[in-house]
């Protein structure tokens, strides 16, 4: 497999580095079961998994002729577009930016605050996503990487098999990352192994928003109805599906201005919808940088909340890339290949 040229960014990212393997066994194993997503195989929640993957991809299906035939209501919009951007920006700057690379520090309110905003993107409980996440950066485009679209080879029929499995298909796996290796920092930490064991809660919460506020407002069961579709329903399948495309996309197509030792690219019009996920090449580059889209008109909305709770006290430590960092990133001859 050829890959972009070596570069290994500073990282203060935990986990990888197999710390607190002298820890007792048997404290290991009920920490880690109390997360729930753990390590057992032809669990429950990979059946809840494939539930939640199948049932909103239908309505999402779906959503077209219901739209043509009566049309959706502003309220069924501004719920589908207000919890969506919820659970994305859970994902991007709780999961992701602070919980997996440390790009700042949160103060607790905001800790737990990103934590169930990130589970109620309905993707997995924080810990196993925390751990895959992890183990995709350490061994990304490489053996051992979880989601890689190159995984079967380079052909065409080869990469069309990867990138479903980088998609999705990966996701029912039954080798699973172990959390105590990949997160032991967040199972230490009993708030945040709350959350992830009450992962259920937090889903049904965010599945109950709509139609309860939709049911509310009009005072009809079917005003509930079209709210529950478009607000949950369709909401988590097309999230799913917008983060999905990170793992396979990005992995596969677009812009690689900046080094890195994976074929993470830039894909532009994916941002607005992955709240600035897909600008993934200057990600690899640099994983624990807290702004992605760092290019003039890279729109990056997770970099920009990240500001405005830095102005407000509530995060501090932030890892912005200054202009030297950056330029020591970027590619001699700018490669445009897509």
Known sequence: M???????????????????????????????SATRGGESKRSIEQIALLLFITIPFVALVAAVPLAWGRGMSWLDLGLMVGMYFLGCHGITIGFHRHFTHGSFKAKRPLKIALAIAGSMAVEGPIVRWVADHRRHHKFSDAEGDPHSPWR?????????????????GWLFD????????????????????????????????????????????????????TAFFWGSLVRVALLHHVTWSINSICHATGKRPFKSRDRSGNVWWLAVLSCGESWHNLHHADPTSARHGVLRGQVDSSARIIRWCEQLGWASDVRWPSADRIAARRKENISEAA
């Open 2 to 32: 050829t890959t972009d040229t070596d570069v290994r960014p500073e990282s203060r990212e935990p986990g990888p580095s197999g710390q607190d393997s002298g820890q007792d066994s048997g404290q290991d194993a009920a920490l880690s």
């Open 152 to 168: 079967y080879g380079e052909t065409l029929p080869a990469l069309m098999k990867g990138l479903w499995w980088a998609h999705m």
């Open 174 to 225: 039954e080798e699973q990352t172990p959390q105590q290796k990949y997160a032991p920092d967040l199972i230490k930490d009993p708030a945040i192994r709350r959350v992830s064991r009450d992962f259920w809660l937090w889903t049904l919460i965010s599945l109950l928003i709509p139609p309860v506020v939709g049911g509310l407002v009009t005072m009809s069961w079917y005003g509930a109805f």
